[in-house]
């Protein structure tokens, strides 16, 4: 499946609604990466990742035994991960590594051009270091946030700048302030690569109370992703995360009003630019 809407180009916003892009790739558990510092990792990456921090993520498994007696759970095993971070010097730009997969995220997206350019430098110091078997997931994800205010659209309603299929119950009472909150989650599947698009949409919420809807604001969380089993190093992944890019960006446009299009104030970037 592929969403188009040729009336309106690739563009780059100077009001863009994308406020986080994260960019996974999960392996093979490699317990040394939990065991030991990853210094010949950060000395590869260091460069333009000067900032380290580490953190331990616990996580609980709860295993199900089927007996005569009926299903019973087995007491909960509490796995302890090091998640470790490097961070550009303005922050902008992050590598997570931890035993199971690699990540590169940014609140500083500009083209998909210079964030895939980006990826590389850890995903060859993955290899160098590590040299994962394959990887087991490849998953790209864009969180866009919608916000009226912003787009000086106070008071146009929703269902006149989203598609409606996004909306949902938002779209369909005349006065949307009876919404009062909305949450939505939908699985795609796409041509290529198995690939999944999963999409969650909701209100956002207000500034400095996170338990508060805004009814002002409309979350779009777009996480494109494939479990086939991928040849580690760039050109195992390359085609497959640019399809990802492609249909997620494709998505994007097709589900904004061309009233909300031009309120980001696009500029198309040119076909030179893309690869």
Known sequence: MRFRDESKPRSRYAKCPLTEVV????????????????AQFQELVREEYPEYTTNIERQ?????????AGVITQPAIQQENMNHS??????????????????????????????????????????????????????LRYIDVYDRQRFGLQGVPWKELLNEQILGMAAAPNDESDIQTISQYAEIKLDEYE???????????VPGNPQQP????????????????F?????GIEG??????????????????????????????GEEAVS
């Not at 609980?60 to 005569?68: E, K, R």
């Not at 805004?214 to 089993?229: A, C, E, G, I, N």
């Open 86 to 139: 490097f961070v550009s010097a303005d922050g902008c730009w992050r590598i997570n590594l931890t035993s199971s997969f690699l990540a590169l995220s940014t609140n500083a997206y500009d083209k998909w051009e210079d964030f895939r350019d980006r990826l590389w430098l850890p995903v060859e110091a993955l290899t160098q270091c590590y040299n994962p078997a394959y990887y087991t997931r490849v998953g």
């Open 195 to 205: 690939a999944i698009m999963r999409v969650i949409t909701n209100f956002g919420t």
């Open 23 to 38: 960019c996974q790739l999960r392996f093979p558990v490699i317990l040394s990466i939990d065991k030991e510092l990853p």
């Open 214 to 229: 805004s009814q002002d604001t409309f979350v779009v969380d777009t996480d494109t992703y494939s479990m086939l089993r």
């Open 60 to 68: 609980q498994q709860v295993d199900f035994v089927a007996t005569p």
């Open 231 to 235: 040849p580690i190093g760039k050109d």
């Open 240 to 269: 497959c995360l640019n399809f990802m890019h492609d249909n997620s960006t494709d998505y994007g446009r097709w589900m904004v009003s061309k009233k909300l299009f031009d309120a980001m104030e696009p500029e198309e970037i």
